[in-house]
């Protein structure tokens, strides 16, 4: 089975600067996709930014963008020039590209706390 | 286009109670899922549906119950809830592919 694993259960970074997320995963396929989702105070699951794991370019959405080995099965989040707005849960999740199912399976999320 | 709906948004039930918890969408997608997100935790999966009249369980389905007549509506059941059932529960709806997940705002249901 697979599984999604955050080892940083929380995070804190100064305004305007830059902070990495770490995220690894547990899969034997070769095809799925990887997410990371934004989950501010008011609890509404917020997708950042997706990687197809047959593309080996990195996935960038403006000020976010990742960090994908597939070899090393890491999915990392960086968020540059941070700010206010930013501070929130942010979970990882993985999603196969087999079966009917393609549910979902998320880490046990990063709380991030950014500083003025 | 108001994508993914949820209601009711807050419920607090007795133990034994039942209710459904409703949800809808307006994106004309077959796959709709129900998930749980208890304190400090991921979302995990109770029910999910491919189309309509098509439902399975998921990783937690013990306690609830789903039905799918449309597809545009995916109601959660809770026969007789248990304080274990206290949680935020999200419903969540996808295009076919590789198009991500949509999420509904949630549900904070507490059972005293």
């Known amino acids: 089975a697979q599984t999604v694993t955050q080892s940083q259960p929380e995070m804190s970074v100064q305004e305007a600067e830059t902070v990495t997320l770490s995220c690894t995963y547990d899969t034997s396929e070769s095809d799925y996709y990887l997410f990371w989702y934004k989950q501010p105070p008011s609890r509404q699951m917020i997708l950042v930014i997706r990687q197809e794991a047959y593309k080996q370019q990195n996935a960038t959405e403006n000020r976010f963008s990742v960090n994908f080995q597939k070899a090393a099965k890491s999915f990392s989040l960086k968020i540059s020039d941070s700010q206010l707005g930013d501070a929130a849960m942010y979970f990882c999740?993985?999603?196969?590209?087999?079966?009917?199912?393609?549910?979902?399976?998320f880490g046990t999320g990063t709380l991030l706390a950014v500083q003025p | 286009n108001a994508g993914v709906t949820q209601t009711p948004k807050f419920r607090i039930l007795k133990i034994g109670q039942s209710m459904t918890l409703q949800c809808t969408q307006d994106?004309?997608?077959?796959?709709m899922y129900w998930y749980r997100q208890d304190p400090g935790m991921g979302l995990k999966l109770i029910y999910y549906s491919v189309g309509a009249g098509i439902t399975d369980k998921g990783e937690v389905p013990n306690g609830y119950n789903v039905s799918r007549s449309t597809t545009e509506d995916f109601p959660l059941r809770l026969e007789l809830a248990a304080p274990s059932q206290t949680s935020v529960y999200f419903c969540?709806?996808?295009?076919?592919?590789?198009?991500?997940?949509?999420f509904g705002d949630g549900t904070r249901l507490s059972i005293l």
């Open positions: 969540a709806s996808r295009g076919g592919g590789s198009w991500p997940q949509h």
């Open positions: 994106m004309n997608h077959n796959y």
């Open positions: 999740a993985y999603r196969s590209d087999r079966g009917a199912t393609n549910k979902l399976i």
